[in-house]
């Protein structure tokens, strides 16, 4: 699969799982979350043109999608991925916790999202 394919498949699920979320009756079965978390893998084994693919997602319309990109880029694009999660943060809702809550366990020292 073409990097740009693996990045479109990132943001596509996590664009499904967080509608499913909000989504009244929604099958709480996180087939979306596996498959985007599958297609950060796969990048990440690109090496680092598979995690700069990832950071063109931090321009992406929906916020959910640059929360994501940003939260796993953390350690890659240090910089740029706080400014994404801190402008996100600065709302109110869900994405604004999730930022929030990125940013946190990154000060804190537990982030893990991509340790190598």
């Not at 499904?16 to 099958?27: E, H, K, R, S, V």
Request: hydrophobic share 45%; proline share 3%; glycine share 6%.
């Amino acid at each position: 699969m073409t990097l740009e394919a693996l990045v479109k498949q990132f943001a596509d699920n996590v664009a499904a799982q967080t509608d499913a979320i909000f989504q009244p009756g929604a099958d709480p079965d996180d087939r979306h979350g596996s498959l985007y978390i599958q297609a950060f893998k796969e990048l990440r084994a690109h090496g680092d043109a598979g995690r700069e693919a990832l950071a063109r997602l931090f321009m992406h319309e929906r916020a959910d999608v640059r929360v994501a990109a940003a939260s796993f880029l953390l350690r890659y694009r240090t910089a740029e991925a706080k400014a994404v999660l801190d402008e996100v943060a600065q709302r109110k809702g869900f994405f604004a916790f999730e930022a929030g809550q990125a940013l946190k366990r990154w000060e804190e020292g537990t982030w893990a999202l991509d340790p190598e």
